[in-house]
């Protein structure tokens, strides 16, 4: 096959050495743009994620209107963006928080409406407010859960902002792709695929140390006992 379809392993080593320097700008952008619509993502999933756990007639009302958002291609919701929020870097991340969001939504109320109804029970005979009984038992029960919701997140931020780069950005690695693909260039082409492809292993590995440590800390706090 010609090189210009599918470039050799060594002429991509050596589209990283040739435009190490873009490379390393535009990863850095995306990789902002990830934990910025992250951290966006985690702070309003867990916020909607609360009232549908605890409420039958929210969880009735929001899930519909949940999937719907999630049926609507992102690529169509671009131009709304754009009117919306102009050109930058505030719509590449929003654009990455719509795909984002739904798993962290589903799983964080699915883990904290699955507690097992005696626990529930014990807690209140023992006298547990409402927050403590939140924070001792519900939260750390539902942690499996959501930390499987932040996980499959992370990845979808990865998506997200690349999109974003797609529609709107004139940085990031979406946009180093689209320039690379645009110019015929194949082995930067296949660079940028590579450096998104360990960005996203990357930052899905973080997510992962944090949970083996909260589940590691939450089980040996479960070990000792109450106090």
């Not at 409420?55 to 009735?60: A, D, I, L």
């Not at 807690?123 to 959501?146: C, D, E, K, Q, Y």
């Not at 260039?185 to 360990?198: D, E, R």
């Amino acid at each position: 096959m010609a090189d210009y379809l599918l470039p050799s392993p060594a002429q991509v080593a050596s589209a990283f050495r040739t435009y190490h320097e873009p490379l390393l700008t535009n990863t850095w952008s995306t990789l902002e743009e990830i934990l910025l619509a992250f951290v966006l993502s985690i702070v309003a999933g867990v916020a909607l994620a609360i009232p549908i756990a605890f409420s039958r007639t929210v969880e009735r009302l929001s899930y519909p209107l949940l999937v719907m958002s999630q049926a609507v291609p992102k690529i169509a919701l671009g131009p709304l963006f754009i009117v919306w929020f102009g050109f930058g870097l505030m719509t590449n991340v929003l654009i990455a928080v719509s795909v984002a969001i739904f798993p962290i939504i589903v799983n964080t109320a699915l883990g904290l409406s699955s507690l097992d109804p005696d626990l529930v029970r014990l807690g209140r005979s023992m006298g547990a407010s409402r927050w403590r009984l939140f924070r001792l038992v519900r939260l750390p029960a539902a942690m499996p859960s959501i930390f499987a919701g932040l996980k499959v997140a992370i990845t979808l931020a990865v998506i997200g902002a690349v999109v974003g780069e797609f529609i709107v950005g004139n940085v990031g690695l979406g946009h180093l792709t689209l320039s690379a693909s645009g110019n015929q260039n194949a082995p930067l082409l296949f660079a940028c695929i590579i450096s998104l492809a360990v960005l996203g292993i990357l930052v899905f590995a973080v997510i992962d140390f944090f949970e083996r440590i909260a589940l590691r800390w939450h089980t040996s706090q479960r070990g000792q006992g109450p106090r």
